[in-house]
């Protein structure tokens, strides 16, 4: 079997396992059994005569059968629809100061990443995007070993104690006797749930919020979420919580928009990350700390061991310590995103754990499954093994791809010269952080765990207007699918009236129940402007915008959008009615991209339509046409028509801005007569795109 070395080089994170991969079906390559066996042929079994019955004897039929019967391995129990590819971190300034951890002392030095995102509650082929909490998972092959930071796109999470998980995540499944709603957490078994464990308060205000249908994976923030500890050379440890920072900022679709995404492209966010790789445009972000003293562990008025918990921005700073690219798709899905296992205890030296009841029930959790999935040897695993030398006395198990040499595989020995050795001396060895200990064995939640609102409210103050009404309307959503009025009254009256009354009293009229409940604690005014999503993006890169033409655009007007927002690392898509080519009023031909069906308003950020007196006539007369403008309005996408063109807005009832002289702005539609400036629509346009436009009167447009 040809095993082909591919180094793609000069990216920093090339591995040794790429030793593996194997570029399928080499010129001149011959098929073979898994024995090595050439094979006359392959696209018959053997039968006893041509119309007979199939033979035991066929020795190939069977192998290839049978191979192919075996070809799954359990899905992942939760965060079973993902997507991976590689890249690489680095270190801005040393950071010894406050770690010993390799990965973060050399500005020079590359380490090799896998990344891996996810949903929660769907199965493997389930839609992208579903409203859910995202798995945001990270791999680093540092010199010391792998460390996993196996974190989540929102900063808290539903439970305290890890002994809950069990019961969330058989509430937010799929129900059991029916297997309905396939990645959905609205239906009556997770509001049920919920509703009697008021500790979910916080992150369900996450979930409800935009942060739970994000525009893309390149535009979410990350959070390990739980408390951890960094430990420095001398032995010094001090609390930390890591964020990571996109550089693209933090963007989100709208609810209608994610549910209509999920029947027209179901792969959107992996189908985004591949092809934004694919062309250059490398999603980043920064690795960011907020750090505590252990002297200043109880300071907060909340427990730092508490995953309900944040710590807001304005208390303890983010402080950024280095950047993540990811540039290299994976060549083959199975063999590394699927196979990929994490774990929290993949820990270098200078990183340790907290005691948060959560993460120390993840310690367990991970490693079991990844024995269920993949089994004992996981880690040998082209994508699971570390870059540095393996070496211990752990022998056999399935799938043993190791051949241990030799007669010692125990500790103490003499017959293999006392090997291999532990290294307590040195500081490059992993020693736990000596915390000192004691306590009466007891089940019981500490009574610092007990606040369960006051950042559930905090959340809620900080939103912007538009920010708030898309919770009070997924709340709204979510509970009108429940068949069980007990259920919804007990979220209003137990839980959302103590976030906020305001809250409570919309999402009840909505749902059409009584606020009867009153709230069990004090409404405060605190806010923090980090946990907004509230701020334009500084820049249109990895966006998707559409030029909807028909024979007789304006070729020009075309012409200089396409190549002034590609300047900008925008992807700009020509959509007409059938695929081709478009002749326009110039006589050049215009190459389309997609024809309309295959191209919906939902998969793209913003649409121009150029100018053409035949264009805009023939496109009024199309449905898709029309209907593409008014629903990117709908979608409080940004919208530029020349000329012309404006016609196409006008059949759609969206409000332009009235007078046809200049370049005009409407609420982010933008128009312009026909000779007018193409720079200057561009330049309003792409100020448009720069954040959504909600406050658009969408209630009349027949989206
Ligand atoms: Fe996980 N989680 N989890 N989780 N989790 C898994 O591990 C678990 C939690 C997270 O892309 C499983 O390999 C328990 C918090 C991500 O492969 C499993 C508890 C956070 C991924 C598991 C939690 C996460 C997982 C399923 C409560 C954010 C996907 C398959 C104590 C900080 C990783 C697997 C990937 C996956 C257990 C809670 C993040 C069963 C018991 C909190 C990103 O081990």
Do not use: C
């Not at 966006?543 to 992807?571: D, F, H, P, Y």
């Amino acid at each position: 079997m040809a095993m082909k070395r591919i180094d793609k080089g000069g990216n920093g994170n090339t591995r040794k396992d790429r030793d593996f991969a194997r570029d399928t079906h080499m010129a001149g390559e011959k098929l073979t059994t898994n024995q090595g066996l050439k094979i006359s042929d392959d696209q018959n079994s053997l039968k006893a005569g041509v119309r007979g019955p199939t033979l035991l004897e066929d020795f190939h039929l069977r192998e290839k059968i049978q191979h192919f019967d075996h070809e799954r391995i359990p899905e992942r129990v939760v965060h079973a629809r993902g997507a991976g590819a590689h890249g690489y971190f680095q270190v801005y300034e040393p950071f010894s100061e406050y770690s010993r951890a390799q990965v973060f002392q050399d500005p020079a030095k590359k380490t090799p990443v896998f990344l891996r995102f996810s949903t929660v509650a769907g199965s493997r082929g389930s839609a992208d995007t579903a409203r859910d909490v995202r798995g945001f998972a990270v791999k680093f092959y540092t010199d010391e070993g792998v460390w996993d930071l196996v974190g989540n796109n929102m900063p808290v999470f539903f439970i305290q104690d890890a002994i809950k998980f069990p019961d969330l995540i058989h509430a937010v499944k799929p129900e059991p006797h029916n297997e309905i709603p396939q990645a959905a957490s609205a239906h009556d078994t997770f509001w049920d749930f919920v509703s009697l464990t008021p500790e979910s308060t916080h992150t369900l205000m996450w979930v409800m919020s935009d942060r739970g249908i994000p525009r893309s994976f390149s535009m979410m923030e990350g959070f390990g979420v739980h408390t951890f500890r960094l430990i420095n050379a001398k032995g010094k440890a001090r609390f930390v919580k890591f964020h990571w920072k996109p550089i693209k900022g933090i963007h989100s679709l709208v609810w209608d928009e994610a549910q209509k995404i999920a029947g027209k492209d179901a792969d959107f966010h992996r189908r985004d990350m591949w092809m934004a790789i694919e062309r250059g445009d490398f999603p980043e972000w920064e690795l960011g700390v907020q750090i505590v003293e252990e002297m200043d562990e109880h300071k907060f008025g909340f427990d730092l061991l508490d995953a309900t918990k944040l710590i807001p921005e304005e208390l303890v700073p983010v402080r950024r310590l280095g950047k993540m690219v990811i540039n290299r798709n994976p060549d083959n899905y199975f063999a590394e995103t699927e196979q990929v296992a994490f774990h929290t205890g993949h820990v270098v030296p200078g990183i340790d754990f907290s005691n948060d009841p959560l993460l120390q029930g993840r310690l367990f959790s991970y490693m079991d499954t990844q024995i269920t999935r993949l089994g004992p040897n996981f880690a040998q695993l082209p994508i699971n093994r570390p870059t540095v030398p393996v070496d211990n006395n752990q022998r056999e198990g399935k799938s043993q791809s190791m051949i241990h040499k030799g007669r010692v595989a125990y500790f103490p020995n003499s017959l293999g010269n006392g090997q291999p050795t532990h290294s307590p001396e040195t500081l490059t060895a992993f020693s736990s952080y000596p915390e000192r200990m004691e306590g009466t064995k007891i089940r019981q939640r500490s009574p610092s765990f007990s606040d369960h609102f006051s950042q559930a409210t905090l959340f809620w103050n900080s939103m912007a207007l538009w920010e708030k009404e898309h919770i009070v309307a997924s709340f709204s959503f979510e509970l009108n699918m429940l068949e069980t009025k007990a259920v919804q009254e007990r979220v209003v009256n137990e839980l959302l009236v103590n976030v906020s009354a305001e809250l409570a009293k919309k999402v009840a009229a909505n749902i059409a129940v009584k606020v009867t409940g009153k709230p069990k604690v004090k409404a405060h005014d605190r806010s923090s402007v980090a946990l907004s999503m509230n701020k334009p993006a500084d820049s249109i890169k990895g966006r998707k915008i559409a030029i909807l033409v028909a024979a007789g655009a304006e070729g020009r007007q075309i012409r200089e959008i396409q190549s002034s927002l590609r300047k900008m690392g925008a992807v700009v898509e020509v959509i007409s009615r059938v695929a081709g080519t478009v002749k326009s009023a110039d006589g050049s031909e215009i190459a389309v991209d997609h024809a309309a069906p295959n191209a919906p308003s939902v998969i793209y950020d913003a649409v121009f339509i150029p100018g053409g007196k035949e264009s805009a006539a023939a496109m009024v007369q199309q449905g898709l046409a029309v209907h593409f403008v008014a629903e990117a309005y709908f979608h409080g996408k940004a919208i530029a028509a020349m000329g012309e063109g404006v016609e196409l807005l006008a059949k759609a009832q969206l409000k332009v801005a009235s007078g046809d002289q200049t370049v005009a702005t409407n609420q982010g539609v933008v128009t312009a007569p026909a000779r007018g400036d193409v720079k200057a629509v561009i330049r309003s346009f792409v100020d448009a795109m720069m954040q959504r436009h909600y406050e658009r009167p969408v209630e009349s447009v027949p989206a």
